[in-house]
Nanobody, 122 residues
Framework: QVQLVESGGGLVQAGGSLRLSCAASGRTFSSYAMGWFRQAPGKEREFVAAISPSGNTFYADSVKGRFTISRDNAKNTVYLQMNSLKPEDTAVYYC????????????????WGQGTQVTVSS
């Protein structure tokens, strides 16, 4: 069982930055692929970024070049650095975990955090 707790959300002006953190419980964090997804009001949950157990990173086209995902296995934590934020980035951001390889499909992830709100004002 893995428990995930996100933090770092908030209100920021367009062009600003935020860093989200996701702290995981358990002793096998390094075996998990970690993903960030987001869901805006009235929209489906969408893939944002993911990082494999070995550190390979993957991004949605909409955030490529602006967001950076990273992990610190010693701290059982995954991060999402978000720069040049836009109003369309406003959403609840969720951290997710799955064993093995990365997936862009949220249905492939077994564990989810409670979500953290990110609001970008124009």
């Amino acid at each position: 069982q893995v428990q995930l707790v996100e933090s770092g959300g908030g209100l920021v002006q367009a062009g600003g930055s935020l860093r989200l953190s996701c702290a995981a419980s358990g002793r096998t964090f390094s075996s998990y692929a970690m993903g960030w997804f987001r869901q805006a009001p009235g929209k489906e949950r969408e893939f944002v970024a993911a990082i494999s157990p070995s550190g390979n990173t993957f991004y949605a086209d909409s955030v490529k070049g602006r967001f950076t995902i990273s992990r610190d296995n010693a701290k059982n934590t995954v991060y999402l650095q978000m720069n040049s934020l836009k109003p369309e980035d406003t959403a609840v951001y969720y951290c997710a975990a799955k064993l093995g390889i990365v997936s862009y499909n949220s249905n492939r992830y077994d564990y989810w955090g409670q979500g953290t709100q990110v609001t970008v004002s124009s």
